[in-house]
């Protein structure tokens, strides 16, 4: 089956576009509510950062990182480059570009892939606390009444559906590509996520049974 590549990556930046406006909206809740000078570009670096790992794990579990998949993990570093992060977080030790990435044994690739939730954790934690906090207690965002976790299901969504359309920019996805991404995303923030919406790390009060 042939896919219309320009199409994917209209569809890419349209779901891209929505979680960014959902984070900007809950950032402004964050700030109004607590007072907080919390910086939105910051938290939407982070989210970048994110899902750049998510991509580039569903790049590379076919084995083939490919330039057309590079091209398309490029567009979604707008506010944060993942690789620029871990220049420096590893001082200088890891200088990596896309290329580079797509050059190295399908062994090393792979335990790249392996030690990135490991080295976004601290990245992660940063990112959802605002978000989850206003997840948490916020009841309605615009006309649309929420509860606890709608937020995150719609980031989770608009990633998921981005990661879903990288599987196909290359006219060869596949479930592992899928399964892939949704794994990463899951160990990248949604646990968390899950974890503050339980109520354990919000200031509840009350431990959950």
């Avoid at 670096?45 to 991509?55: K, N, R, Y």
């Avoid at 398309?72 to 220049?87: C, N, P, T």
Wanted: charged share 25%; net charge negative; proline share 2%.
């Amino acid at each position: 089956m042939e896919y219309d590549r320009q199409d994917i990556l209209d569809k890419a930046a349209e779901a891209y576009d929505h979680a960014e406006a959902t984070i900007r909206a809950m950032d402004d809740v964050f700030r109004n509510v607590t007072g907080s000078d919390y910086d939105a570009e910051l938290t939407l670096a982070q989210f970048d950062m994110i899902l750049q790992g998510v991509l580039l794990n569903v790049a590379c579990a076919d084995g083939v990182f490919d330039p057309v998949e590079q091209d398309f993990i490029r567009q979604f570093a707008m506010h944060g480059d993942l690789l620029e992060y871990i220049k420096k977080d590893s001082e200088g030790r890891v200088s990596l570009t896309w290329d580079l990435i797509a050059d190295l044994p399908e062994d090393i690739s792979a335990s790249l892939i392996q030690v990135l939730p490991e080295v976004l954790d601290d990245q992660c934690e940063s990112f959802v606390y605002p978000l989850a906090a206003v997840d948490f207690s916020y009841s309605q965002y615009g006309d649309v009444l929420t509860t606890p976790g709608d937020f995150l299901k719609s980031i989770e969504a608009d990633m998921i559906r981005i990661a879903g359309l990288l599987a196909f920019v290359d006219s060869d996805g596949t479930e592992d590509e899928i399964n892939a991404a949704v794994s990463m995303i899951y160990e990248l923030e949604g646990k968390h996520w899950r974890n503050l919406l339980s109520g354990r790390a919000l200031g509840s009060g009350q431990e959950n049974n």
